[in-house]
Every structure is written in structure tokens, then in C-alpha cells.
């Protein structure tokens, strides 16, 4: 399953199958909002 790391506090997010470029995920540890932007083989995360 595909995961990024949380900008704001380093933690594993993990992603749906069917995530795509500019969804917005909940991290589960502290609530920060990110957007998920493309990096070629998987995603990175900004703050929303
Ligand atoms: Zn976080």
C-alpha cells in the first residue's frame, strides 16, 4: 500500500488504492490536512 510522510509531524500516511494527485488525506497522528502531489513513482504530502 502506498504511504507518505507527514510534513508536520514525520508520521506514515497511508494511502487508498485509489489515490491520485491533489487529494487531501487526514494524517491519523496529528490531524494535519495534506494534499497529495505526484513525484513520479508515488506521492509526497504538503500541508493543505
Ligand atoms: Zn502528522
Same mark, same amino acid.
Not at 494534499?35 to 493543505?48: M, N, P, V
Given at each position: 500500500? /502506498?504511504?507518505? #510522510?507527514?510534513?508536520?509531524? $514525520? @508520521?506514515?500516511?497511508? *494511502?487508498g488504492?485509489g489515490? /491520485?494527485? %491533489?487529494? #487531501?488525506?487526514?494524517?491519523? /497522528?496529528? $490531524?494535519?490536512? *495534506?494534499? *497529495? #502531489?505526484?513525484? $513520479?513513482? %508515488?506521492?509526497? @504530502?504538503? @500541508?493543505?
Amino acid at each position: 500500500m /502506498k504511504s507518505v #510522510i507527514c510534513p508536520v509531524c $514525520g @508520521a506514515r500516511v497511508m *494511502l487508498g488504492f485509489g489515490a /491520485k494527485e %491533489g487529494d #487531501i488525506v487526514t494524517c491519523q /497522528k496529528c $490531524g494535519a490536512r *495534506l494534499r *497529495l #502531489i505526484s513525484d $513520479g513513482s %508515488g506521492f509526497r @504530502a504538503a @500541508a493543505a
